[in-house]
């Protein structure tokens, strides 16, 4: 991960533990390593963590091992974090609330 701007950034997981530039653009956060954009995310998002799963896919290197890749549970996860957050109205939780007692 590489922090820009109070946010954290998902970086090629071949890149663990290096120095990576970060540079803010039009729009974007670039991550570069050697002068080579290694990582674009959007900038400015609400999310405090921008997470391309593609970062943590490929083989390994000789200095990294490749992560493990997710099994059930972690696939389960994912598909609900990726659902978004349901809106109700709070007569709703109060009908709940009210069968509760």
């Given at each position: 991960?590489a922090i820009?701007?109070?946010?954290h950034?998902s970086?090629p997981?071949?890149?663990?533990r ?8 039009s729009g ?10 290694v990582?674009?995310h ?8 921008v ?8 083989p390994?290197?000789?200095r990294v ?13 994912q ?11 709070f007569d709703?939780?109060?009908l ?6």
């Amino acid at each position: 991960m590489a922090i820009f701007e109070g946010r954290h950034y998902s970086v090629p997981f071949r890149f663990f533990r290096q120095d990576v530039e970060g540079r803010g653009v039009s729009g974007r956060v670039l991550f570069l390593k050697n002068c080579e954009v290694v990582a674009d995310h959007p900038r400015g998002t609400e999310a405090l963590v921008v997470i391309d799963p593609a970062h943590f896919e490929g083989p390994s290197t000789s200095r990294v091992l490749a992560p493990l890749p997710l099994g059930r549970m972690g696939r389960k996860l994912q598909e609900i974090a990726s659902a978004g957050v349901q809106h109700r109205s709070f007569d709703l939780y109060a009908l709940v609330a009210e069968v509760a007692r």
